[in-house]
């Protein structure tokens, strides 16, 4: 019920932030998607989208933690 | 697809989890509150990727599974009525109530059906103005703002043929009785992720402060939950119950700010009865007193009821984690997907329809 799917925001329409829709793009579907709660997203930047609504926008950086902490423990076990 | 292929290896996911066994030294049980980590914990086997002395329990996070049966029977009075659409999503509309679901009522003649999104049935009635069209919102958090715009916007359009029968629910106060049942076996939880996107996770602190328990915001893919269940334990073996993000890639700690401000003033919280669980204190949302005139259930003449539920289904004990699906003698036989006895093997986040799907032949190793 709570699923999000992430997609990347290819066009932008409307310029005020309540009306803002967002033409984004999830593997080879393309859905139009209201951006009225995440008015920080840009053109190309990844969005969590729910019902039809962008949720959150996905912070590139935090994205790669775990990945960074597996090289870590993969450092650990090769150096140890 | 980026975000989702890369939290699905399973090379990786095997590392995550030899990690979990190297800092495990204890029992521990960890509930994850979502209906979708769930899904996905049994879809993916996590739980058998794990050492054997981490018990993961199933939580209360199905909307469609907790919808108590009276709104179900409400909603089906409704759709029955002449000139009503009845709109809500896929799920919902196989939920049984007391004698039947939406879906019969729509092999009746009734005009139910199924939408993507609220804005979808919002679309529908500027389309047909001769007809009324009914919205049956369920949801956590995460839902909530999408269905609050629409009756925002209902409400700035003038569209007056649209209503909402609203059955929402919230997440802490779930946890909180969780935590102070007598019979709590909980030590640590997953919170979910996507509600926190909204809510973000300072509702939790006095949670975790008050019942000593770690709360790990966590998403969706097996890493997701790897992680979260990594750093539960890692809290858990430390003696330390603190809230963490384990998905900051989308959870602010702050949450969705624009959302909040759009249910605070759509909505209002309630206390809401949980189906398998009972009444929860101020666990619901219900429109606000400013868009009254947008209640289904005052258009069209609701009056409360309640209903007795089936005093074979175990669902109130599988939704609070005192039970798995398996433990329940009708899982499999009198109790199916098709023929649903109760909450939990309604919606295919259910624990219990997803350990049917997933498990039905498998024996059961923690019983």
């Given at each position: 019920?709570?699923?999000?799917?992430?997609?990347?925001?290819?066009?932008?329409?409307?310029?005020?932030?309540?009306?803002?829709?967002?033409?984004?793009?999830?593997?080879?579907?393309?859905?139009?998607?209201?951006?009225?709660?995440?008015?920080?997203?840009?053109?190309?930047?990844?969005?969590?989208v729910h019902v039809g609504f962008a949720i959150s926008r996905i912070d590139e950086a935090e994205a790669s933690r775990v990945f960074a902490y597996l090289q870590e423990i993969d450092g650990d076990e090769i150096s140890g | 697809?980026?975000?989702?292929?890369?939290?699905?290896?399973?090379?990786?996911?095997?590392?995550?989890?030899?990690?979990?066994?190297?800092?495990?030294?204890?029992?521990?049980?960890?509930?994850?509150?979502?209906?979708?980590?769930?899904?996905?914990?049994?879809?993916?086997?996590?739980?058998?990727?794990?050492?054997?002395?981490?018990?993961?329990?199933?939580?209360?996070?199905?909307?469609?599974?907790?919808?108590?049966?009276?709104?179900?029977?409400?909603?089906?009075?409704?759709?029955?009525?002449?000139?009503?659409?009845?709109?809500?999503?896929?799920?919902?509309?196989?939920?049984?109530?007391?004698?039947?679901?939406?879906?019969?009522?729509?092999?009746?003649?009734?005009?139910?059906?199924?939408?993507?999104?609220?804005?979808?049935?919002?679309?529908?009635?500027?389309?047909?103005?001769?007809?009324?069209?009914?919205?049956?919102?369920?949801?956590?958090?995460?839902?909530?703002?999408?269905?609050?715009?629409?009756?925002?916007?209902?409400?700035?359009?003038?569209?007056?043929?649209?209503?909402?029968?609203?059955?929402?629910?919230?997440v802490p106060p779930a946890i909180e009785a969780i935590l102070s049942s007598p019979d709590c076996r909980v030590q640590g939880f997953l919170a979910a992720g996507h509600v926190c996107t909204i809510m973000g996770s300072l509702e939790y602190e006095p949670l975790a402060a008050k019942y000593g328990v770690p709360i790990v915001i966590t998403g969706f893919e097996p890493l997701d939950i790897l992680d979260g269940i990594r750093l539960c334990v890692k809290q858990l073996e430390e003696s330390r119950a603190e809230v963490e993000n384990a998905y900051a890639r989308a959870v602010r700690s702050e949450g969705n700010r624009p959302a909040q401000a759009l249910i605070a003033d759509v909505f209002r919280v309630v206390h809401r009865r949980w189906r398998g669980i009972g009444e929860i204190p101020r666990s619901g949302l219900a429109l606000s007193e400013r868009y009254a005139e947008f209640d289904a259930d005052l258009r069209f003449g609701g009056g409360s009821r309640t209903v007795e539920e089936s005093s074979e289904c175990i669902s109130g004990l599988v939704l609070q984690g005192l039970k798995k699906p398996q433990e329940c003698p009708a899982f499999g036989t009198r109790c199916t997907p098709e023929y649903p006895l109760g909450a939990t093997m309604v919606s295919s986040e259910g624990a219990c329809a997803a350990y049917y799907r997933y498990r039905r032949f498998a024996e059961p190793t923690h019983v």
């Open positions: 019920m709570c699923l999000a799917v992430p997609g990347q925001i290819l066009e932008i329409q409307g310029d005020q932030p309540e009306i803002r829709i967002g033409r984004v793009r999830f593997g080879g579907i393309m859905k139009d998607v209201n951006l009225a709660f995440v008015p920080e997203a840009q053109l190309g930047d990844y969005v969590l | 697809m980026k975000y989702l292929d890369e939290y699905r290896s399973a090379d990786s996911a095997r590392r995550l989890a030899e990690q979990i066994a190297c800092i495990t030294t204890r029992l521990w049980t960890i509930m994850e509150v979502c209906g979708g980590q769930t899904h996905a914990i049994v879809r993916f086997g996590i739980d058998e990727l794990l050492p054997p002395n981490i018990t993961l329990v199933h939580g209360p996070g199905c909307p469609v599974c907790v919808t108590p049966v009276e709104i179900i029977d409400k909603a089906i009075e409704i759709a029955a009525l002449p000139g009503v659409i009845l709109t809500s999503f896929g799920d919902m509309l196989r939920v049984p109530g007391t004698a039947e679901d939406l879906l019969s009522v729509k092999a009746r003649g009734g005009d139910v059906r199924m939408v993507y999104s609220p804005m979808d049935a919002l679309a529908l009635a500027k389309a047909k103005p001769d007809r009324q069209v009914v919205f049956f919102a369920v949801g956590f958090e995460t839902t909530a703002p999408a269905n609050a715009m629409a009756v925002a916007e209902a409400r700035r359009q003038r569209i007056t043929n649209f209503s909402m029968l609203v059955s929402h629910v919230l």
